[in-house]
């Protein structure tokens, strides 16, 4: 047995979100954001999970809390290989290689 970090909470959180189960993430959350007050992912995680269980108003509260929390989700980024040369690119881009 060990005490699991924030990121076995947040693995746990992920897999709550396939499930759709919000009451387990919940919990999950909650560890993790005990553990890392600084990581938005937890949050980010919840509302979504929150969100596609059509509990709109608990998604509202959490996104409020990340406001409140100057929380902010990363933006996105993917990383290709093209022709043995590698490219990255965001959600700002507005160029392809």
Excluded at 4 to 14: D, Q, S, V
Excluded at 21 to 48: I, M, Q, S, T, Y
Excluded at 59 to 66: E, L, P, S, T
Aim: net charge negative.
């Amino acid at each position: 047995p060990y005490e699991p970090t924030a990121m076995t909470w947040i693995t746990l959180l992920g897999a709550c979100r396939l499930h759709f189960d919000v009451d387990r993430g919940k919990r999950a959350a909650e560890h993790a954001f005990g553990l890392d007050p600084d990581n938005a992912v937890p949050c980010v995680l919840l509302a979504n999970i929150c969100a596609a269980a059509g509990n709109w108003n608990d998604a509202k509260k959490v996104r409020k809390f990340m406001g409140v929390m100057c929380l902010k989700q990363q933006p996105g980024c993917s990383l290709i290989d093209v022709y043995n040369s590698g490219h990255g690119f965001d959600v700002h881009d507005e160029c392809q290689p």
